[in-house]
T-cell receptor, first 113, second 116 residues
Framework: ETGVTQTPRHLVMGMTNKKSLKCEQHLGHNAMYWYKQSAKKPLELMFVYNFKEQTENNSVPSRFSPECPNSSHLFLHLHTLQPEDSALYLC????????????FGSGTRLTVV | DQQVKQNSPSLSVQEGRISILNCDYTNSMFDYFLWYKKYPAEGPTFLISISSIKDKNEDGRFTVFLNKSAKHLSLHIVPSQPGDSAVYFCAASAVTGGTSYGKLTFGQGTILTVHP
């Protein structure tokens, strides 16, 4: 049990589909993050939420739409994705990432066909 | 512009020997550095961190060294064990606009394989 739960673990979707990734944490952390991990690349920060407010959008295409209804839940809504969007999507939470780092979920392996 | 770089994509070490994983950074504003370990099909897990006011931090078999003048840090694992085989990411953080929550910038990872 990592403290951060992501569902689903695996997702295969067509380019015209709409799907959502879910992330949940009950660690009492105030900040939540979406990262993308592609093969042989660094983890890429996508979005940051602090106290439910989006504080960073790292030039992510609009086909990715985040939602943070409260400090414990984070969603990533997906629509009209491209095959190059296939990657591992990681959710993380933190209280003070500078000192204590993040707690990551296990990720959602997304394949766009 | 990649601010955190791990130039070795992979490292192979014999069990019982030392593993040394390296990381370079370019942003002088980074003031905390962290190492994460990732097994397949799992999210990264925090391993050890170091503040920029220190040059060494030790936790059991794991030691992180920081050379600020060279903008270089390294993770030493002694002795290495087969269970240490994983992808290791270094990460760095800086105060972001005065906020406390922070964000991490990651390197691309090094695959460590420890052979029995």
């Amino acid at each position: 049990e990592t403290g951060v739960t992501q569902t689903p673990r695996h997702l295969v979707m067509g380019m015209t589909n709409k799907k959502s990734l879910k992330c949940e944490q009950h660690l009492g952390h105030n900040a939540m993050y979406w990262y993308k991990q592609s093969a042989k690349k660094p983890l890429e920060l996508m979005f940051v939420y602090n106290f439910k407010e989006q504080t960073e959008n790292n030039s992510v295409p609009s086909r990715f739409s985040p939602e943070c209804p409260n400090s414990s839940h984070l969603f990533l809504h997906l629509h009209t994705l491209q095959p190059e969007d296939s990657a591992l999507y990681l959710c993380a939470s933190s209280q003070d990432a500078r000192v204590y780092g993040y707690t990551f979920g296990s990720g959602t392996r997304l394949t766009v066909v | 512009d990649q601010q955190v770089k791990q130039n070795s994509p992979s490292l192979s070490v014999q069990e019982g020997r030392i593993s040394i994983l390296n990381c370079d950074y370019t942003n002088s504003m980074f003031d905390y550095f962290l190492w994460y370990k990732k097994y397949p099909a799992e999210g990264p897990t925090f391993l050890i961190s170091i503040s920029s006011i220190k040059d060494k931090n030790e936790d059991g078999r794991f030691t992180v060294f920081l050379n600020k003048s060279a903008k270089h840090l390294s993770l030493h694992i002694v002795p290495s064990q087969p269970g240490d085989s994983a992808v290791y990411f270094c990460a760095a953080s800086a105060v972001t606009g005065g906020t406390s929550y922070g964000k991490l910038t990651f390197g691309q990872g090094t695959i460590l394989t420890v052979h029995p």
